[in-house]
């Protein structure tokens, strides 16, 4: 009650402000260009772009909004520093829209007799669409469809537009992802114009043609090798090794020369900087380029000619660069590896892989030698790495998802990441150094206020991060802080909000280093068939060549140009991680419907001032919303990432282990809700399936089990080299630790929210291209490991 008359007194005053306010014409100083991002509960956030693009992010309370929706361009009016909201920097409302985001919006449609509406699958917009009668283009009631926004919101009236596409029925198969597609405008097809100028690409290159001009090199007497998965097609990396007497190494790494075919500003150019990058989805890939390059022409396929860009390096026995040279190359791939492969012989130790594969033996043995070396080098200065467990969904032939397993990396992938570090990183110093304009890849250094509230953490468990005057910490720092908890209880919690305390990384036109990586330059320099920045960096190298810096003319046009394709760039990234995580959300708790009323173990994973997040061992994660917690009313302690309860003090903090029965699974809505199964109010236990989802096929707790335990079989094998080592050459799987159903799962349950919150995203502040025909070593830019 003490809280409510806090904050309405705070609400009071803020009013009396904007009632001050609302008629003059701010001051300069007081408006705020930026985007903005909204949650499912209507409030928001405008991150600051330009020359603010530094200050924090503005707080927007819903009626502040002024029609405003998520992702537009805004200007905002701060409010006096009086007026905000205690624990906010800063806050205000939406002055102004200067560009909207959403001019197409995908939704379920609803018909009446003499006008219709879209309901948002966004649910961050939070309005209907009005359809006026003749714009339907066919649609029925219940069609998932997209709409074109032909006017805007505005006080008092919703935003109006006509279909223009329909999608089919929602629920039907294939619907779903392509919603998610046409949400985030992913394009599979692409353009006549650029189709035909991949077509008209040649698929072969005469070697000779090439060698000695423009600085080109001849390098098809090397054995080269790929390492990738199995089902890889475009091999944008190729690596050879060779140990030298005294224990160095020769590390050459060469990169398909994509630059060579995709011209600036000619239509492969366009288009693939207007997609950004490739978008790895849960049943397919979205192309930056045509297979005809990406599969084709550009990719070093073992046994032909190809172009590359190569950078050769000098590894020295501690595993640092010594020497380089960087140059276009022509390569004849000698054999193409898998990661299965490459395990066998390294960590197995398969005595029919060795004897089958005896020609390549030394050079595996010696790409391990140098990995280790490298490896031991960055992890000395300072180089960080949450191994996050990647969650891969099975699908059947008709794309239902039938089974979920974590992925971690192995031994292959990680000898072809630390050979790719060294190339980005050498690339990246030898332009700095030269001062010339580039494209790098930034990880800043967390803020103080979140190391301070890290430390705090840290310290009800007798650590300490050390920091300096200004609140800044190192990355060995934080590294060592990480070392001394592995194994402890605590380590499940420090780590998550270690990782939560990091920055996000992105591309600059200005150097200020990797933090993760303890790096002191960084770019993107090894992925140009599916990452438009990389593509951007061997342009920029190509233009270097003749004398070692870019022509006058062309440096004053890069230093305008490029920190707007860096900022591009990112805001394509975020996209593409956006859809994905959006396509395997839905994919998990379209898995899940199938077990609800059934028990589960599961760690808190984030904590909340509505409830807490809880992931269960398949990686699935679900909302544990507060008012389901009978026993006590419970607050939320920010300091301790828990929330506890005012009379009998129990608490649910981050990292604890706690038991839950699945009571709702919505694949609208991509969400899953859990109860405590020792602490929730008995109507909300046993229920019926919202009307959201399907009905449960019924089935005995055994049955249901089996299920589980079938779809998540593959790849828990493993032998005793790979339990000895933690890796395996497969994608391994643990089993899903599930609870036996309780005897009264018939009984029906209650809907536990109609407005179910949201796992807050940013804007909440929270602490048909085959697609096998892309490789799955994705870009591991989980913050911290990139390659």
């Given amino acids: 009650?003490?809280?409510?008359?806090?904050?309405?007194?705070?609400?009071?005053?803020?009013?009396?402000?904007?009632?001050?306010?609302?008629?003059?014409?701010?001051?300069?100083?007081?408006?705020?260009?930026?985007?903005?991002?909204?949650?499912?509960?209507?409030?928001?956030?405008?991150?600051?772009?330009?020359?603010?693009?530094?200050?924090?992010?503005?707080?927007?309370?819903?009626?502040?909004?002024?029609?405003?929706?998520?992702?537009?361009?805004?200007?905002?009016?701060?409010?006096?520093?009086?007026?905000?909201?205690?624990?906010?920097?800063?806050?205000?409302?939406?002055?102004?829209?200067?560009?909207?985001?959403?001019?197409?919006?995908?939704?379920?449609?609803?018909?009446?007799?003499?006008?219709?509406?879209?309901?948002?699958?966004?649910?961050?917009?939070?309005?209907?669409?009005?359809?006026?009668?003749?714009?339907?283009?066919?649609?029925?009631?219940?069609?998932?469809?997209?709409?074109?926004?032909?006017?805007?919101?505005?006080?008092?009236?919703?935003?109006?537009?006509?279909?223009?596409?329909?999608?089919?029925?929602?629920?039907?198969?294939?619907?779903?992802?392509?919603?998610?597609?046409?949400?985030?405008?992913?394009?599979?097809?692409?353009?006549?114009?650029?189709?035909?100028?991949?077509?008209?690409?040649?698929?072969?290159?005469?070697?000779?043609?090439?060698?000695?001009?423009?600085?080109?090199?001849?390098?098809?007497?090397?054995?080269?090798?790929?390492?990738?998965?199995?089902?890889?097609?475009?091999?944008?990396?190729?690596?050879?090794?060779?140990?030298?007497?005294?224990?160095?190494?020769?590390?050459?790494?060469?990169?398909?020369?994509?630059?060579?075919?995709?011209?600036?500003?000619?239509?492969?150019?366009?288009?693939?900087?207007?997609?950004?990058?490739?978008?790895?989805?849960?049943?397919?890939?979205?192309?930056?380029?045509?297979?005809?390059?990406?599969?084709?022409?550009?990719?070093?396929?073992?046994?032909?000619?190809?172009?590359?860009?190569?950078?050769?390096?000098?590894?020295?026995?501690?595993?640092?660069?010594?020497?380089?040279?960087?140059?276009?190359?022509?390569?004849?791939?000698?054999?193409?590896?898998?990661?299965?492969?490459?395990?066998?012989?390294?960590?197995?130790?398969?005595?029919?892989?060795?004897?089958?594969n005896e020609d390549i033996l030394p050079l595996l043995y010696n790409l391990e030698e140098v990995r280790n070396a490298m490896y031991k080098h960055r992890h000395s200065r300072g180089s960080i790495n949450f191994e996050v467990p990647e969650i891969k969904v099975k699908l059947d032939e008709n794309g239902r998802a039938v089974g979920l397993k974590k992925r971690v990396s192995n031994l292959g992938e990680s000898i072809v990441e630390q050979c790719m570090l060294a190339a980005n990183e050498t690339v990246a110093e030898h332009m700095c150094r030269r001062k010339q304009p580039f494209m790098y890849r930034i990880h800043e250094t967390p803020e103080p206020s979140k190391i301070e509230a890290l430390n705090r953490l840290m310290g009800t468990f007798g650590l300490h991060i050390k920091t300096s005057p200004e609140g800044n910490v190192r990355p060995k720092e934080l590294q060592i802080a990480l070392e001394k908890i592995a194994g402890r209880p605590e380590e499940k919690i420090l780590s998550t909000v270690s990782l939560r305390s990091m920055q996000q990384a992105r591309y600059a036109a200005e150097n200020e280093g990797h933090f993760g990586l303890a790096a002191e330059y960084y770019t993107h320099f090894t992925s140009p068939i599916r990452r438009y920045p990389d593509l951007i960096v061997h342009r920029l190298l190509r233009e270097s060549f003749p004398t070692g810096s870019i022509p006058k003319a062309r440096r004053e046009q890069l230093i305008t140009n490029l920190p707007e394709m860096a900022d591009h760039a990112s805001k394509r990234e975020r996209i593409a991680v956006s859809a994905e995580r959006d396509t395997t959300d839905l994919k998990k708790v379209e898995y899940m419907e199938q077990f609800v009323g059934d028990t589960f173990e599961g760690v808190i994973s984030s904590v909340t001032g509505f409830g807490f997040f809880v992931e269960l061992d398949n990686g699935v994660e679900g909302l544990v919303h507060m008012t389901t917690l009978k026993d006590d009313y419970y607050d939320y302690v920010e300091s301790r990432y828990a929330l506890v309860g005012n009379h009998h003090h129990r608490s649910y903090q981050l990292g604890d282990t706690v038991e839950v029965i699945l009571v709702r699974a919505s694949v609208e809505e991509k969400s899953l809700d859990f109860v405590v199964k020792d602490n929730c109010d008995s109507r909300a236990l046993l229920m019926e399936n919202s009307s959201d989802r399907k009905p449960k096929e019924k089935s005995s707790g055994k049955k249901s089990k089996e299920k589980i335990s079938k779809a998540t079989k593959a790849g828990k094998k493993s032998t005793k080299a790979e339990k000895k080592t933690g890796k395996s050459d497969k994608k391994s799987a643990k089993k899903f630790d599930r609870k036996k159903p309780s005897k009264d799962k018939k009984k029906k349950v209650e809907k536990v929210a109609s407005e179910r919150p949201k796992k807050k995203t940013k804007a909440s502040k929270r602490n048909k291209h085959d697609h096998k025909s892309v490789k799955k070593r994705k870009n591991k830019d989980n913050i911290i490991v990139e390659i």
């Fill in 1 to 356: 009650m003490k809280r409510k008359l806090q904050h309405k007194k705070i609400n009071k005053k803020i009013k009396q402000v904007k009632n001050k306010i609302i008629h003059k014409e701010p001051a300069a100083e007081d408006l705020v260009t930026g985007t903005l991002a909204l949650s499912s509960r209507g409030f928001g956030f405008v991150t600051p772009e330009g020359m603010q693009k530094n200050e924090d992010d503005i707080f927007i309370l819903k009626s502040g909004l002024n029609t405003a929706m998520n992702g537009d361009k805004v200007q905002v009016r701060l409010f006096p520093q009086y007026a905000v909201t205690p624990g906010r920097s800063k806050e205000g409302e939406v002055y102004k829209v200067i560009e909207r985001a959403n001019s197409k919006i995908v939704g379920i449609f609803s018909a009446s007799r003499n006008f219709g509406f879209v309901s948002p699958d966004d649910t961050r917009i939070r309005e209907d669409i009005y359809i006026p009668a003749g714009q339907f283009l066919g649609a029925k009631t219940g069609d998932k469809v997209v709409v074109e926004v032909t006017q805007w919101p505005e006080e008092g009236r919703k935003a109006e537009g006509h279909i223009v596409e329909v999608l089919g029925k929602s629920g039907a198969p294939g619907v779903d992802i392509l919603s998610i597609m046409r949400q985030y405008d992913l394009a599979e097809e692409f353009p006549q114009v650029v189709q035909q100028a991949a077509n008209a690409v040649e698929q072969s290159i005469k070697a000779e043609e090439h060698i000695g001009k423009d600085g080109r090199e001849d390098r098809r007497h090397l054995k080269i090798v790929t390492i990738d998965g199995e089902d890889a097609k475009d091999l944008d990396d190729g690596v050879y090794v060779e140990k030298h007497d005294d224990g160095s190494f020769f590390l050459g790494v060469y990169i398909a020369d994509v630059s060579w075919y995709v011209r600036e500003n000619q239509p492969l150019d366009i288009e693939a900087q207007a997609r950004g990058t490739s978008v790895y989805l849960v049943d397919r890939v979205v192309p930056m380029l045509p297979k005809e390059l990406s599969n084709g022409i550009c990719s070093l396929n073992a046994g032909v000619d190809r172009l590359s860009m190569a950078c050769e390096m000098e590894i020295s026995p501690e595993g640092m660069v010594t020497k380089y040279k960087i140059l276009p190359v022509v390569v004849h791939v000698y054999r193409r590896l898998t990661y299965t492969l490459v395990n066998k012989i390294l960590v197995d130790r398969d005595v029919d892989f060795c004897r089958d």
